[in-house]
């Protein structure tokens, strides 16, 4: 059968394929007393706090399962209007936001949207893999700028003016950024926004790990810099309910009759039952338990990254978000005899039961040197990993 040269473009998403290969790792040695810690996907410990999972039970049993509008139900666009008034102070009319099944739906819409055959959109190396696959899939070409830890792994306005031709269309940033969980510094955000919108070209940026932000100087939205923003975000990271799926995304006033329409077509909608669960997101009661989590994601990072250290793998850029160490594996590699983070990763599945993601997933720029951790785990389990990864770094 022949494939789409759009299907043939896409590479593996690596870091599902590293977890099949850890499960069945894990299946094969399950005897042998050392569980696998899984250190790979960054997915949340945590499920839907109580009130969320008693709403969308009471949204089945009253039968609230038909579709919904293509934008999201109303009262939920309110509520995350009011959330970004309360938590960021800024002025995000509901009717901006549109509710999607996922932020992955929300980048797809906006791609298909904006981007034509041949648009060029520049966004940093390293970066998360899907956000380049989204534009490739709307029949554009990502361009990655390598970036380094001088530049907290992110774009800068310099980079950016530089790269721009005649062919670019705009800039798909990431703040806080997986892999790196590094956010871009306020000032330097708004000097590229500056260089962008002097192009007449678009800023779109993934805020999915904003919520979970530790440092006061970085917690703060893009959508600050102006109503021309385009902002993603997601109730899957510090709201805890990734299979859900369900995020948002907040648009200038003339994109949302057009995104509703590829919306209608695309999707119909987002879960139904998803979107009154997450109504109940917001409820003080709720609130404090996302921040009590997030008061945890935070004790996890100081103790993990000086850990990482300690063993000869580095983190160049302490996170200032997210739930990720972005460490070079050099060293400890040469110590292990093999190289490169591919090779690291599989090291470290095999010898120690420990799964990671080695940087191939996200990018070239240096990505061979790099593996990402995921804090998204319990402190007994990273305790146990840095135990495991002493014992055979030693």
Request: overall charge neutral; some cysteine; proline content about 6%.
């Amino acid at each position: 059968m022949q494939l789409s040269r759009r299907a043939q473009r896409i590479e593996p998403f690596y870091v599902m394929e590293m977890a099949k290969r850890a499960q069945e790792v894990a299946r094969q040695s399950k005897d042998s007393g050392t569980p696998m810690i899984y250190l790979n996907i960054g997915e949340p410990d945590f499920g839907a706090p109580p009130l969320v999972q008693e709403a969308a039970e009471r949204a089945i049993r009253a039968g609230r399962t038909q579709y919904t509008q293509a934008p999201g139900l109303p009262e939920l666009r309110e509520r995350i209007s009011g959330w970004y008034a309360q938590r960021f102070g800024v002025d995000v009319p509901a009717r901006r936001i549109i509710v999607t099944a996922g932020a992955s739906a929300a980048l797809q819409l906006a791609c298909l949207a904006l981007i034509n055959e041949g648009d060029e959109v520049l966004m940093p190396d390293p970066s998360y893999p899907c956000n380049r696959h989204f534009v490739s899939a709307a029949e554009g070409k990502p361009v990655l700028i390598p970036s380094s830890a001088a530049e907290r792994f992110q774009l800068s306005a310099g980079k950016v003016q530089a790269a721009w031709s005649e062919r670019t269309r705009g800039v798909m940033l990431a703040s806080p950024s997986n892999p790196t969980g590094t956010s871009i510094a306020p000032d330097e955000l708004r000097r590229i926004h500056e260089v962008v919108r002097s192009k007449g070209g678009l800023t779109l940026i993934d805020e999915i790990y904003l919520g979970l932000s530790y440092e006061e100087q970085f917690g703060h939205t893009a959508l600050q810099l102006g109503e021309d923003i385009i902002s993603i975000n997601s109730f899957s990271k510090y709201f805890n309910m990734t299979g859900w799926r369900l995020g948002w995304m907040v648009v200038p006033e003339a994109l949302v009759k057009p995104i509703e329409m590829l919306a209608q077509h695309l999707f119909i909608c987002a879960s139904t039952v998803s979107q009154y669960a997450a109504l109940a997101c917001f409820e003080p009661e709720s609130i404090a338990e996302y921040e009590r989590r997030r008061a945890e994601f935070k004790a996890r990072r100081d103790y993990f990254i000086p850990a990482l250290d300690a063993l000869g793998l580095p983190v160049p850029v302490k996170p200032d978000g997210a739930f990720y160490a972005w460490a070079d594996c050099r060293a400890a590699a040469d110590r292990l005899g093999v190289q490169g983070s591919w090779d690291f990763a599989y090291a470290l599945m095999d010898r120690a039961h420990l799964a990671i993601t080695p940087g191939r997933d996200f990018g070239a720029f240096e990505t061979a040197d790099f593996v990402r951790f995921s804090t998204a785990n319990s402190m007994e389990q990273l305790q146990e990993a840095i135990a495991r990864l002493k014992r055979l770094l030693a």
